[in-house]
């Protein structure tokens, strides 16, 4: 019998696991999906488990995972960021209703700060029609939001954070994306989407807009 001396020991047994999945499973790489919750369940329901299975909540970061279209003007940002010499990360994509359960808890009925606004099934991320991004400067993320905005001084572009928002965003429009920065309410910098007029309500009926 082995005994847990700490989380430590619960570290390395966890790191040892994901080594044993992945060989069984014959992933080469599943060091992001590997959690400590998905370490739970796959002893929970066994070691033969499909990891694709026990990892019931998705939170992904993947542009697949969005709809399809979406995920066009997505790579088509992201192109065009990269080419007016933009570094952009994308933080979200797709989350599943039980991931924004977890994230509308945070700050609520769970320790954080509150993060979202919507509950499972009224954010946009649950339909795959939005992502969240940070833009990078010499490659740290810029989550400030200090500064003057778009101004035409490159001397201040620096310390600027606020219009490196904008910058990227004046991409993200170009492109065809709605910016949630430009909202009244809720305003969110770091929120883009593309719902082809359709509402949350829409969504939940079954609409899908065409393209
Ligand atoms: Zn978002």
């Known amino acids: 019998m082995c005994s847990f001396s700490g989380l430590f020991d619960f570290f390395i047994i966890a790191v040892y696991l994901e080594k044993w ?39 992904s970061r993947k542009i697949k995972d969005l709809h399809p279209h979406v995920a066009t003007l997505c790579q088509r940002f992201l192109d065009e960021c990269s080419a007016a010499g933009y570094d952009v990360l994308i933080t979200s994509t797709y989350r599943d209703n039980e991931s924004q359960a977890e994230l509308y808890a945070q700050g609520r009925t769970k320790p954080g700060r509150i993060v979202t606004n919507a509950q499972a099934g009224k954010s946009w991320h649950n339909w795959r029609v939005a992502f969240d991004i940070v833009p990078l400067r010499h490659g740290k993320p810029v989550w400030g939001t200090l500064g003057n ?29 709605e910016w949630a920065g430009d909202w009244k309410t809720f305003r969110e910098l770091a929120h883009f989407q593309y719902t082809g007029g359709l509402t949350l309500a829409d969504f939940a009926s079954g609409k899908i807009f065409v393209v």
């Open 21 to 59: 999945v992945c060989r069984r499973m014959g992933i080469r790489q599943a060091t992001e999906a590997i959690t400590p919750l998905l370490v739970q369940q796959i002893m929970k329901r066994g070691l033969n488990s499909n990891p694709q299975e026990v990892n019931e909540m998705v939170n």
């Open 149 to 177: 905005g778009i101004d035409n001084n490159p001397k201040d572009d620096e310390i600027d954070d606020l219009e490196l928002w904008h910058q990227v965003a004046a991409i993200a429009k170009s492109v065809g994306l």
